[in-house]
């Protein structure tokens, strides 16, 4: 059974940063593309961030471009998130997903952890 599970989440001041991680169980992340992806209250779950299987190339929102960064530590199988200059706009709860080499879409995905970024 495939388990993504995300931390790292919280309340953080506008300006700060945080560090969210994934850990995959029952999937080898070096064989899938990883993503970081968000929802607010009221608005659709949008992109955040992408890895690739082989970790070569990274894909960003514009919205976060320059402020996240996406990382991947397949000894760990675990993918991460670093998020800085978080403004409130950030403010959302964060969702680990993934796909294996052979998928078009996302097909595992975590339970979400909230992040808070205060004004």
């Known amino acids: 059974q495939v388990q993504l599970v995300e931390s790292g989440g919280g309340l953080v001041q506008a300006g700060g940063s945080l560090r969210l991680s994934c850990v995959a169980s029952?999937?080898?992340?070096?064989?899938?593309?990883m993503g970081w992806f968000r929802q607010a209250p009221g608005q659709e779950r949008e992109f955040v961030a992408a890895?690739?299987?082989?970790?070569?190339?990274?894909y960003y929102a514009d919205s976060v471009k320059g402020r996240f960064s996406i990382s991947r530590d397949n000894a760990k199988n675990t993918v991460y998130l670093e998020m800085n200059s978080l403004v409130p706009e950030d403010t959302a709860v964060y969702y680990c997903?993934?796909?294996?080499?052979?998928?078009?879409?996302?097909?595992?995905w975590g339970q979400g952890t909230q992040v808070t970024v205060s004004s």
């Open positions: 029952g999937l080898t992340l070096s064989s899938c593309t």
């Open positions: 997903a993934g796909k294996r080499i052979n998928m078009r879409e996302y097909y595992y």
């Open positions: 890895i690739t299987w082989s970790g070569i190339s990274l």
